[in-house]
């Protein structure tokens, strides 16, 4: 095998705080990640379509050529916990790989993911019960998604049901090579939670990082500009390709991208929706409790002081 190929991986789940946890590992002297620009290649996840995602062996060998030195190499790709191939593919490339699963109130979740997919371009419909409305016609094919686009990345609650996703892992590794992070103890407790994880990882637990606040929620300035700097277009390949290394082209591109979709808080979930959602997802949660040995009745009936609205930026 490739000397430089990952060891350990962050499969998600998506807007659980993978992303800042890829920022602080990153930071750590003993782990290699890729650039940001390449930080979700979904190699393992073949059967999901989407034009950033990476198909070929040697690409994705490519990305972690400056981890030979580094004790562990990972990546985060916020499918792998949702794909249906990830789990199996990861597990051949590696039995002994180190799995870390990040998990979010689901309805918060599913939620945040929808305003990311808009932002981002990919979502047509800017209502949050309009998308979900359209779960199954996109799934049976009498509507169809965007172009390079798997209809199964638009199944919210689907993504939003964990405990079969989680499954799938711990029927192929073994429970001391799987890691889970809650959303809710990460933002309460960024560095015990990152200690944790370290200590998971094998390496150096007293390394202290900065936490900056990463992944808040944004809005987009132009669906158009946004949509193209997804799809990558022919002339806007030709327009980049002078720049060399490729995650230089890559780096320019997302700095567009994140020009383009400036921070903005979301609005809260409306109260009806919210309990519409909770209730689909109780009897998966209640699983997930079991899974997990972790009591997540707030998921189910939260506080009513709790603020709903899925905004949480990393660190608090």
């Not at 965007?146 to 939003?160: C, K, V």
């Not at 990152?194 to 809005?219: G, M």
């Not at 320019?252 to 809260?268: G, K, V």
């Amino acid at each position: 095998m490739n000397a430089a190929w990952p060891n350990f991986f962050i499969v998600g789940a998506p807007k659980a705080g993978t992303t800042a946890l890829y920022l602080y590992l990153k930071q750590h002297p003993s782990v290699f990640l890729p650039e940001p620009a390449m930080k979700e290649p979904h190699y393992f996840a073949p059967e999901l379509r989407h034009p950033t995602f990476v198909r070929s062996a040697g690409e994705y060998a490519a990305i972690f050529e400056g981890g030979r030195e580094r004790a562990r190499l990972g990546e985060a790709s916020v499918f792998y916990l949702f794909s249906k191939e990830a789990a199996r593919r990861i597990h051949e490339s590696d039995p002994h790989a180190r799995i870390i699963i990040m998990l979010r109130d689901p309805v918060d979740m599913i939620y945040a993911l929808h305003n990311e997919h808009f932002t981002n371009g990919i979502e047509k419909y800017r209502s949050f019960p309009d998308a979900l409305a359209a779960e199954e016609r996109r799934r049976s094919g009498g509507e169809q998604v965007g172009t390079g686009l798997s209809p199964e990345l638009f199944s919210y609650r689907a993504i939003g049901t964990y405990s079969p996703q989680v499954e799938r892992y711990r029927a192929l590794f073994h429970p001391g090579q799987i890691h889970y992070v809650f959303f809710e103890d990460f933002v309460k407790d960024t560095a015990g939670e990152y200690r944790r994880t370290l200590e998971f990882l094998d390496v150096d637990a007293s390394f202290q990082p900065a936490f900056p606040r990463v992944n808040e929620s944004r809005k987009v300035r132009s669906r158009t500009v946004q949509r193209l700097l997804l799809a990558r277009p022919k002339f806007l390949q030709k327009a980049v390709r002078c720049l060399s290394p490729t995650r230089l082209r890559h780096g320019l591109l997302n700095l567009a991208f994140r020009y383009n979709s400036p921070i903005a808080r979301r609005s809260p979930l409306a109260p009806e929706i919210h309990e519409e959602l909770r209730t689909h997802f109780a009897l998966d949660v209640r699983e997930l409790e079991r899974v997990t040995g972790r009591n997540l009745s707030r998921w189910i009936s939260p506080p009513q002081s709790q603020d709903r609205s899925p905004t949480a930026a990393l660190p608090p």
